[in-house]
């Protein structure tokens, strides 16, 4: 469930939203082939709406609970993703696993300024 | 009489937001702000001054036979080409007769209106009969000044002639001045402009007066004889000075349309001079001007023929059809005033092959393909062989026109891989009306809007520009017809039959008229008899219904049999299926009055009004439903009244009668249910035979049945999905009226029944309705009476009604919070200290306070002193919220879940349990 | 009165090079290579091949005009080799020149080549044709894409069966992810890595609504066949000869795009060809007698009401067949066996002699981890164009003996 994280907004809404994290993709190779001037895609995320309210994602995440939190804009597609309740789209982007597994929250907002927080790299110590 | 025959206009859909421009450059040119204002008219990509014009004349061209036309003059400062004519291409795209004279008319902003003096001059002098004259710019303006927020993009047309004329050409006076206020050589690019102070001192204030004085002096008359002067000034505060140089009042002199499009250069005359001429009665006076190295100035009288004209878009329909972007990048992208890198993907050859283009000329720029004379079929394109796979005739196909006819997708994409300036590319299957289709381009549209069936219209647009050589070429291109769209997303009823009973006069009629004018056939039922029920057996007032409805193109069918007999039940659906095949739609209107108090209430009396109110809906109402279920499909209305609801002196007949049918309802809605047949009731508020003498005259008036009917249409229609519902309308109010069931109170128990004393003393408390609900049908009242009370002080507030009958009271919430330790995931909690306190309402209900310390979880049953926050639920809502039934947002947005204290920390909760099953 | 190619011609021999992005070969390079493991396998010697058909499609961006590019890459010793294209439809085109040559008793042994070498052009994807499609054409056609006109299918395919876009994304997906599970066990295909359903789902749209999955990249290549009579074969040496049963070939009339009719949701073509192409084969049960297929997946959904053009999931009930897994690998009618175009890759001249390759080599058991069950007859469904207007190839292949 998000919250809203701006100031003026007193109340919480909720949505819903889940993701599922792929390294090292085996998309990198088909990307950077189909999608010529993209290589190098190897962190694959899927967006899933698991509730009942369409949901716009921005094209960006912040890692937290790490070294010092790293914002990434450079994400593929570029222009947001929408999701229809149900709907589960991907976002790719160009990730050295080993500064990805120095983090262990992984942080995605909405277009209205809700966000979602999520665990990541849990098996790592 | 020499003068207009028709007009029309073109503004592109796209309007830029001139704030946008001031956004983004205002840091380089903060002036320009002063002239910020509203929106300026932008082409589409795909838009140029020539397809403006062809647009503006296809809009003047409604309803005009352009066979006719013998003279085409197309005037711009913005050809796209010097050299090849312009107007011989406008001719070629609305497929004009050859023996035509063309000419192109340029050199300053006044070339509109001077071609309309040569069109006149054209026609006065015999030469020639129809002559349609269009004049378009797109003009080209450097970012950050003045003049791309003065400039619009924009075209008008006019036709010229004797016959039919709509405005008489009175007369007309040029002068002549090289005045050069702004130029534009021969290989440049954008204007080049002079002082604006200059230019409105010596150049507007003076030359305007000058012609248009020169043009009273010359017909005698004076500015008080003229309704409007429409004349462009891009100095808004001009206008004061020029009225008074003329002798006008400032409400003489037509807007300059800054707010709403913009100057649009040469056309820009004749756009104001259409936008006053549609506003504009026969008799008035109208003077046009344009200014431009000189002046045209000219005057038209209206005629009654100005009432004659067909509907057309013109100025108004055009500034109303719009959509305003912010993106000021995407009129620089479109305008090439910067050049975005299109990829080598976007290399590629560009030469058009003259001798195709002159070979395919009618095809490419008119949409002209071919109906095959042996078979019937319109085809795109036209070819040697009928494309008929059962026909295959050699050359047997006659030219055949689609640029005007409506066309509806079939198949579409939105394709993100197609070089584009404005992704995703849009384009798909057309199919014409009528016959024909094309894989098409579309533009002016958005994907979002676009769906199979949509209704489309063709537009001449840019194909593409080869810039290597300098050559633009055309095509036909489909948008969206969005007053079509408009007008098919109305509710209508084609293909569905109704039966309306009474529906000779009154409220049954207008239902009937109301109906057959969207498309439904009706079956027109009445009696023909008097108020009270006597006399009758007349055809008349069913049969004039039904001649009113074919009247107006649509289709009904008399009955005269009588509603109150089994017989002739069933005679009034069969004539439903036996003329059209079926029934969609029954409407129980026929009634009948015979008011007396109680006791001087006759049995015949008591029996005449229940056989035909009641009884004559169960028996029509009876084979109605029967073929209703087979289909799968039914519109039932009853109509009860006020009386019946609640009751009126005098009407003890009436009022069961009524309340009957209300009763008829509640049960036909539930066996009607799986059939996607509902039912409903209407008490009217509305005059007709039933009510004549009842009401005083001048309240009668007020009590039109059309206050009443749109509300039933609504319940007649397939989108109405309220069924055993009771609605009160006329005279423009509207209300549902239900029955409200109280929670009641349990007395005694299984071996103690309560005594009378006992009632008495829980009178209040029997009565009372707070908290009372709507119930779907026996089953679920019983239950509800049944069901363990809520303490008062804890009833939550009446509820929306509840669907498929409910009981009262939830199961208990108390295994969630039980359950609430083990789904708490210590790891996320690190550094959280919070107590939030849940107050759960309702018999499955409690109070529980949930504390996170130190990384560990309790929950702890009661009421914590001073908790973080505070969140409150119905029992169900809890159960339903816990289990992922219920999503949180709507709780929370409806009310149902309320939340006191630091809201912003309940964020935690998501982050340190795991998500609901 | 014609009697059909049945059984009149066999295969005795076919090479495939590795199709992707084949920086370190031409064209010309690419010929030899696949023409090099025709031979060996046919055991015959070059100078016994007395004609060639050589099917190239954007000739223009790769090797040029003419047969010349074939005869004097493969230094053919002044035979006739006749240049054919028909769209993507290429490879078997030039199959069909080769068949029909030895067929006719005009020839003893022929070679069908294909080729296309599409990466030399700097960027990704197939080339905008521009005025150079037809004067006409550049003057009126809709600046359309393949995915974009393909995506079309989709949309009516879905009004026309009542199918949402959620059951046929799910569909086209199951598609795509059988393809890549079977190309990760080809080691010349391009694409050789196994992909999720789900991960295909997700992936980006391209045209709606066709994701990145849906749609074939480009890639180089070159695949051939030499073809003889079965007497000759038998001369040979040759034991489980492999023969053609069916050969056809269907065009568009202009029916699809300019009459009333077409409902935008199938291939008219293909319904009639493959009709013609069981008749010929002599099979009443596609269903049933075809044991695997190659089809032209250019994108998924044309692979999807392929499979109802070819007669062998009913008319709207394709997906059910897909979602139970009937075209996979260990299902009843394996399809795209070899990884398919998506997998395998998309030179345009040589797709339709790939095709055949792979059916070859499962005829004869060959085809290592890939290898099938005892199959009886291969068809392979090679289409050039648009769904409005296409040319459809099928052939059908199997054991003379069968």
């Keep these: 469930m998000g919250f809203c994280s701006k100031a003026p907004c007193n109340r919480a809404l909720f949505t819903m939203l889940g993701i599922t994290i792929f390294m090292n993709t085996s998309m990198e190779e088909v990307i950077a082939f189909k999608c010529c001037a993209l290589p190098d895609q190897n962190l694959e995320i899927h967006l899933h709406n698991t509730g009942k309210e369409a949901l716009s994602i921005k094209s960006r995440f912040v890692l937290d609970d790490g070294p010092k939190p790293l914002t990434i804009t450079a994400v593929y597609p570029p222009t947001g993703i929408k999701l229809a309740p149900g709907q589960t789209a991907a976002i790719y982007t160009s990730m050295d696993e080993r500064v990805w597994e120095q983090y262990r929250s992984i942080r995605f907002e909405e277009q209205g300024g809700i966000f979602h927080s999520f665990a990541i790299n849990t098996n790592k110590g | 009489m020499v003068g207009i025959t028709s007009y029309g206009a073109y503004i592109p859909r796209m309007r830029l937001d001139r704030m946008s421009i001031f956004q983004a450059m205002g840091w380089f040119a903060p002036a320009i702000m002063v002239v910020a204002q509203g929106e300026r008219s932008m082409c589409y990509w795909d838009e140029d001054s020539l397809t403006m014009g062809v647009s503006a004349a296809q809009d003047c061209l409604k309803g005009m036979d352009k066979s006719k036309l013998d003279g085409a003059y197309f005037a711009s400062t913005t050809f796209p080409y010097a050299d090849r004519q312009n107007a011989g291409i406008i001719k070629a795209a609305l497929n004009l007769k050859d023996n035509i004279t063309s000419a192109d008319f340029t050199g300053s902003i006044r070339a509109g209106a001077s071609a309309v003096l040569a069109g006149i001059n054209a026609v006065a002098s015999g030469e020639r009969s129809n002559v349609l004259v269009a004049a378009a710019d797109k003009r080209e303006t450097r970012p950050a000044y003045f003049y791309e927020m003065w400039y619009g993009d924009g075209a008008g047309a006019l036709t010229l002639g004797k016959d039919n004329v709509v405005a008489e050409y009175l007369g007309s006076h040029t002068v002549t001045h090289d005045f050069v206020d702004h130029y534009r050589g021969g290989l440049n690019r954008f204007d080049y402009v002079w002082e604006e102070r200059w230019a409105r001192d010596e150049g507007y204030s003076k030359i305007y007066p000058e012609a248009i004085n020169g043009l009273l002096k010359k017909l005698n008359l004076s500015a008080k004889d003229v309704s409007k002067f429409a004349f462009p000034c891009i100095f808004k505060a001009e206008y004061k000075g020029i009225a008074k140089s003329i002798g006008a009042k400032p409400e003489q002199i037509v807007d300059n349309k800054h707010e709403v499009c913009g100057e649009c250069g040469t056309a820009h005359s004749l756009i104001m001079f259409i936008s006053a001429l549609e506003d504009a009665k026969p008799g008035d006076i109208i003077v046009m001007a344009a200014f431009g190295q000189g002046c045209d100035a000219m005057a038209f009288k209206v005629t009654e023929e100005i009432l004659k004209l067909a509907p057309r878009d013109g100025f108004a329909g055009c500034i109303a059809s719009k959509k305003v972007i912010d993106n000021y990048n995407k009129f620089l992208v479109w305008r090439q005033l910067i050049t975005p890198e299109m990829g080598i993907r976007a290399e590629a050859p560009t030469q058009t092959a003259m001798s195709t283009l002159w070979r395919k000329n009618k095809m490419i720029l008119g949409l002209v393909g071919g109906k095959c004379t042996k078979c019937g079929t319109p085809q795109f394109p036209k070819q040697d062989i009928c494309v008929n796979p059962d026909c295959g005739a050699h050359q047997s196909q006659e030219d055949y026109e689609f640029s005007s006819r409506t066309s509806y997708i079939k198949t579409f994409t939105g394709d993100l891989l197609s070089v584009s300036v404005d992704p995703p590319n849009k384009y798909g299957l057309i199919q014409f009306e009528g016959g024909g289709r094309y894989m098409c381009d579309f533009t002016d549209c958005d994907h979002e809007e676009l769906k199979v069936g949509l209704p489309m219209k063709m537009m001449f647009r840019r194909r593409y520009v080869d810039k290597e050589r300098g050559f633009t070429n055309y095509f036909w291109k489909a948008t969206p017809d969005r007053p079509k769209m408009a007008e098919l997303a109305k509710v209508r009823f084609d293909g569905r039959v109704a039966v309306i009973t009474g529906a000779g006069g009154g409220l049954g009629r207008i239902y009937a008229l109301e109906l057959a004018k969207r498309g439904c056939k009706v079956v027109v039922n009445d009696l023909g008899g008097s108020r009270d029920g006597s006399g009758g057996g007349d055809a008349t007032p069913a049969q004039k219904v039904v001649d009113e409805i074919k009247a107006l193109g649509g289709e009904a069918v008399a009955n005269y049999d009588n509603v109150a007999t089994q017989q002739g039940g069933e005679n009034i659906i069969k004539t439903a299926l036996d003329t059209y095949g079926t029934v969609d739609i029954l409407i129980n209107n026929a009634g009948i009055l015979r008011d007396k108090s109680f006791l001087k209430m006759e049995p015949e009396n008591w029996k005449a009004v229940l056989d035909v109110h009641l009884n004559g809906a169960y028996f029509v109402t009876k084979p109605a439903f029967e073929i209703m279920r087979e289909k799968g499909f039914g519109r039932i209305i009853m109509t009860s009244s006020a009386a019946g609801l609640y009751g009126n002196f005098g009407q003890t007949n009436y009022s069961a009668a009524k309340m009957a049918l209300v009763g008829l309802m509640n049960t036909l809605k539930l066996e009607g249910n799986k059939y996607n047949i509902k039912v409903n009731t209407l008490a009217p508020i509305a005059a007709s035979r039933l009510t004549e003498d009842i009401m005083p005259p001048d309240i009668f008036a007020k009590m039109k049945p059309e206050f009443v009917s749109p509300l039933v249409l609504y319940l007649a229609s397939e989108d109405c999905k309220a069924t055993g519902h009771i609605y009160n309308a006329g005279m423009g109010y509207y209300n549902r009226a239900a029955f409200i069931t109280g929670p009641g109170i349990q007395l005694g128990d299984p071996a103690n029944p309560p005594s009378i004393e006992d009632i008495a003393d829980n009178w209040a408390d029997i009565n009372d309705l707070d908290g009372g609900k709507e119930l779907n049908d026996a089953t679920a009242a019983l239950m509800d009476l049944a069901t363990p009370k809520v303490p008062k002080e804890d009833k939550p507030k009446a509820q929306a009604p509840a669907a498929g009958g409910g009981g009262g009271g939830g199961a208990s919430v108390a295994p969630i919070f039980d359950a609430m330790p083990a789904h708490f995931k210590p790891d996320a909690a690190a550094g959280v200290d919070v107590v939030f306190q849940y107050n759960i309402s309702g018999s499955g209900g409690g109070d529980w306070f949930v504390a996170i310390k130190d990384s560990a979880c309790t929950v702890t049953k009661g009421q914590h002193e001073k908790p973080t926050a505070t969140l409150q639920l119905s029992d169900e809502d809890c159960m339903a919220m816990f289990t992922g039934k219920l999503n949180p947002m709507t709780a929370f947005t409806s009310g149902k879940l309320v939340i006191k204290g630091d809201v912003m920390k309940t964020q935690i909760i998501e982050k340190v349990f795991e998500p609901p099953k | ?402």
């Design chain 3, 1 to 402: 009165m014609a009697t059909g190619i049945r059984d009149k011609v066999a295969i005795i021999g076919m090479g495939c090079t590795r199709f992707g992005e084949r920086w370190d070969v031409g064209g010309e390079e690419l010929l030899v290579e696949a023409f090099e493991e025709a031979i060996a396998d046919a055991g015959i010697e070059k100078k016994d091949i007395q004609a060639a058909w050589f099917g190239t499609c954007l000739e223009e961006i790769n090797v040029g005009k003419s047969g010349l590019p074939l005869s004097t890459s493969l230094r053919l010793p002044n035979i006739p080799v006749t240049r054919t294209e028909n769209y993507c439809a290429t490879g078997t085109e030039a199959f069909r020149g080769a068949v029909y040559a030895v067929a006719s008793g005009a020839y003893d042994i022929c070679l069908a080549q294909g080729l296309e070498k599409l990466k030399d052009t700097g960027y990704g994807g197939l080339p905008n044709p521009g005025s150079n499609g037809g004067t006409l054409p550049w003057q009126w056609w809709p600046n359309l894409t393949a995915p974009g006109s393909f995506a079309q299918l989709a949309s009516a395919y879905g009004a026309k069966y009542k199918r949402s876009d959620a059951q046929i994304k799910d569909a086209m997906s199951h598609i795509s992810a059988k393809s890549h599970v079977n190309g990760a066990k080809n080691p010349k295909a391009h694409l050789r890595k196994v992909v999720s359903k789900d991960q295909i789902k997700a992936s980006p749209i391209i045209a709606h609504p066709l994701g990145l999955f849906d749609c074939c990249g480009v890639s180089d290549g070159s695949a051939c066949a030499i073809v003889t009579t079965p007497e000759i074969a038998k001369k040979l040496g040759k034991k489980d000869i492999i023969s053609v049963k069916a050969l056809q070939l269907a065009l568009s009339s202009g029916s699809e795009m300019a009459f009333d009719d077409w409902d935008g949701d199938h291939f008219v073509t293909t319904s009639i060809c493959s009709k013609r192409a069981y008749a010929e084969a002599g099979i009443t049960n596609p269903r049933e007698e075809i044991s695997m297929m190659e089809v032209h997946d250019c994108f998924s959904i044309t692979e999807l009401v392929t499979y109802e053009d070819l007669h062998i999931s009913p008319r709207g009930k394709a997906i059910d067949d897909i979602l139970s897994g009937f075209y996979d690998a260990d299902g009843g009618l394996p399809c795209q066996i070899d990884g398919g175009l998506k997998c395998f890759g998309h030179p345009i001249g040589a797709s339709g002699l790939r095709m055949l390759y792979e059916m070859y080599l499962q005829l004869q058991g060959k085809a290592g981890e890939r290898q099938l069950k005892d199959p009886k007859l291969g068809l392979t469904h090679n289409l050039g164009g648009f769904p409005f207007m296409n040319v459809c190839a099928i052939s059908i292949v199997g054991k003379l003996d069968a």
